[in-house]
């Protein structure tokens, strides 16, 4: 049964946005990456630029292949195809051995194409017999939302360490779940929040934990696609939970939370579909929300289904802004800051701070191998997953109360993340 319904929704269907991938040794700041182990062999060359320019960090310095951690992709839908698997090529830590699908011929096509050999081809029955190949260390479960819970439980219990998609499930007793599997298997859980280790966000993080934009005020964002196909999993609640919410939505709340650091303590939720539109007779077409901060600081997103590609956001506090459009893409993104001009008081500065933009996927997974190479806890664990899908659980009962939720305050700032990504060697 299983197997069927992957065959069906598998991610293959959906996810076809924007691909292409930049040079392995492109630049990127320092705050995002994970230092090679003392064993690698290491390569330095002399500079060639003026202090004018910008640093370059030099040769990207991959780690051997015996020494990379083994990853099995679950799921051979856009995304994998389209972006994860052509990610090993810029890996410097993370090599694929393993590929796991419901349709056969794909699978050992795309190994063909990846070098994959048929021992490391699975499906989702033999997916268990993972625990009997010690060449893969981590799975990169793709597959449909209502399926992570299962799947993640499945690996953990094969002695795997589980990196998944986001959102993490569709409920949240669903990723306590796989919270206590991986916990129980003393295995990594890591959640697939590709623009947490990206460069433009990790600066925009870094500028607002040094107050370079005052204090944080308030943030808009906005995510959405023009959905096609009324069949696709996507648009079954089943598999999906939700429509545009947890699909795009998810990444405009999260970055309310990263950015600011903290957590929501109210949410009011607005959601809305089209009358006798096929693709939404299940899910929202759209939605729209309001976060509110312990400090003060509030957050307005939208979300839709139905809309031509809009991906941008905007930071904005006492003393500048920060602004992103695209802000949400795999690529593409461009970060605009606005502030008093130190240099001419009466005027103000609108700089464009471009950084190289290696595959993010390549960044995730190599700061996830290196979390299990050196026993770190990942930046962003099951708890940040869990904390995601909480808040929309509470969104949902917003919109459909009409009134809003009240959360619980948490603790501390960064409740939920594991350490930031180490910086480059």
């Not at 003393?186 to 966000?201: C, F, M």
């Not at 839709?304 to 956001?313: A, G, I, N, R, V």
Request: aromatic share 8%; glycine share 8%.
């Amino acid at each position: 049964m299983v197997d069927d319904a992957s065959r069906l929704w598998t991610r293959r269907r959906v996810l076809g946005a924007t691909g292409g991938l930049l040079t392995a040794g492109a630049w990127m700041p320092p705050v995002l990456a994970a230092a090679a182990p003392p064993s690698s062999p290491q390569v330095k060359l002399p500079g060639t630029f003026a202090k004018t320019e910008r640093e370059r960090p030099g040769p990207p310095n991959p780690q051997p292949e015996s020494e990379r951690v083994g990853w099995a992709v679950v799921g051979l839908g856009h995304l994998s195809l389209e972006e994860i698997l052509p990610a090993f090529g810029q890996s410097k830590r993370s090599k694929l051995v393993a590929l796991v699908s419901g349709d056969r011929a794909k699978a050992q096509a795309i190994a063909k194409q990846y070098g994959v050999s048929d021992k490391g081809l699975y499906d989702y029955t033999s997916f268990d017999q993972l625990k009997d190949n010690p060449e893969v260390q981590a799975v990169y479960i793709v597959l449909p939302n209502s399926m992570h819970a299962e799947f993640t439980v499945r690996a953990a219990q094969a002695g795997k360490h589980i990196f998944c998609e986001k959102p993490m499930a569709n409920t949240p007793a669903e990723c306590q779940q796989m919270i206590d599997a991986c916990k129980k298997a003393d295995r990594k859980l890591g959640i697939a929040y590709r623009l947490q280790y990206e460069p433009h966000h990790r600066a925009v993080i870094q500028m607002a934990r040094n107050k370079e934009l005052g204090t944080l005020k308030l943030f808009t964002a906005n995510n959405g696609q023009n959905q096609g196909e009324p069949n696709q999993w996507r648009h079954k609640k089943s598999l999906a939970g939700g429509g545009a919410l947890p699909d795009v939505g998810i990444y405009c709340l999260s970055a309310a939370r990263y950015f600011s650091g903290e957590e929501p303590t109210e949410v009011q939720g607005f959601s809305y579909s089209t009358p006798n539109d096929p693709r939404f007779k299940e899910v929202e077409e759209s939605f729209a929300f309001h976060l509110s901060f312990p400090s003060g600081f509030q957050a307005h997103c939208t979300s839709s289904y139905s809309t031509h590609e809009t991906k941008d956001l905007r930071l904005m506090g006492t003393d500048g802004w920060a602004a992103m459009d695209p802000g949400f893409s795999y690529n593409g993104l461009r970060l605009r800051v606005g502030m008093k001009s130190k240099s001419f008081p009466k005027a103000d500065d609108t700089v464009e701070r471009g950084f190289s933009q290696p595959s993010q996927f390549a960044r995730e997974m190599d700061h996830f191998s290196r979390c299990v190479q050196e026993n770190v806890v990942p930046h962003t664990p099951g708890e940040e997953g869990l904390a995601d899908v909480r808040i929309i659980e509470a969104l949902y009962r917003s919109a459909q109360d009409g009134k809003a939720v009240k959360l619980e305050a948490a603790k501390k700032l960064e409740a939920f993340r594991g350490p930031p990504p180490k910086e480059e060697g």
